[in-house]
């Protein structure tokens, strides 16, 4: 069974503080990670997507993966209440697959 | 432009009657996916289509779930003999392609079976 794992949550931050947010994959085929954001009753937004070893900023956002290590993770720079909300790691293996963990959920702290 | 659409938005019907779920994704887009996703779970996998042709349909719980796209763009999503069990969020996302191919998604279908 291929997994995608992510810890439930709910992370608390207070405002403007730097939240990390953690993914471990089974499948060393993945070669692809998505982060989506999903507020309480939408759908899933995707954020951004990484696929080489190392970091990729967005303003704000920060994806980082390790093949090595099997583990990828979103970090947010100066959170805000309205990053509060569920965030969905994928994996992909290259085909047509997605695979999600079932999400952690991130609170902001006014 | 215009993203993925689902329609109804919610749908509540009794046990044991058929329902029938529609997305219509982004224009130009040839991969279609249907994610069931249920409350404090992630999306999880039903379908996929690459043009008109179910390419995987692997995740598809049983043989009461269907679902076609005649001509390469609307999806419908066909479930018999509804069961309380299937009260849950289907979702749909489009893509524009095949391997690694970023998805979008629609704001799914609430459907609860009585």
């Known amino acids: 069974q291929k997994e995608v794992e992510q810890n439930s949550g709910p992370l608390s931050v207070p405002e403007g503080a730097i939240a990390s947010l953690n993914c471990t994959y089974s499948?060393?085929?993945?070669?692809?990670f998505f982060w989506y954001r999903q507020y309480s009753g939408k759908s899933p937004e995707l954020i951004m997507f990484i696929y080489s070893n190392g970091d990729k900023e967005d303003g704000r956002f920060t994806a980082q993966l390790n093949k090595a290590s099997q583990y990828v993770s979103l970090l947010i720079r100066d959170s805000q209440p309205s990053d509060s909300a569920t965030y969905l790691c994928a994996g992909h293996s290259g085909t047509y697959k997605y695979i999600f963990g079932t999400g952690t959920r991130l609170k902001v702290l006014a | 432009g215009a993203g993925v659409s689902q329609t109804p938005s919610n749908k509540v019907t009794e046990k044991g009657k058929y329902v029938e779920l529609r997305c219509d994704p982004i224009s130009g887009h040839t991969a279609l996916y249907w994610y069931r996703q249920s409350l404090g779970q992630g999306p999880e996998f039903l379908i996929y289509?690459?043009?008109?042709?179910?390419?995987?349909d692997s995740g598809l719980p049983n043989d009461r779930f269907f679902a076609v796209r005649p001509e390469g763009s609307v999806s419908t999503l066909k479930i018999q003999r509804t069961e309380r069990g299937d009260s849950a969020v289907y979702l749909c996302?489009?893509?524009?392609?095949?391997?690694?191919?970023?998805?979008?998604f629609g704001p799914g279908t609430r459907l609860t079976v009585l």
């Open positions: 996302a489009s893509g524009a392609g095949t391997s690694g191919a970023t998805q979008y």
């Open positions: 499948d060393r085929g993945s070669q692809s």
């Open positions: 289509f690459q043009g008109t042709g179910a390419a995987d």
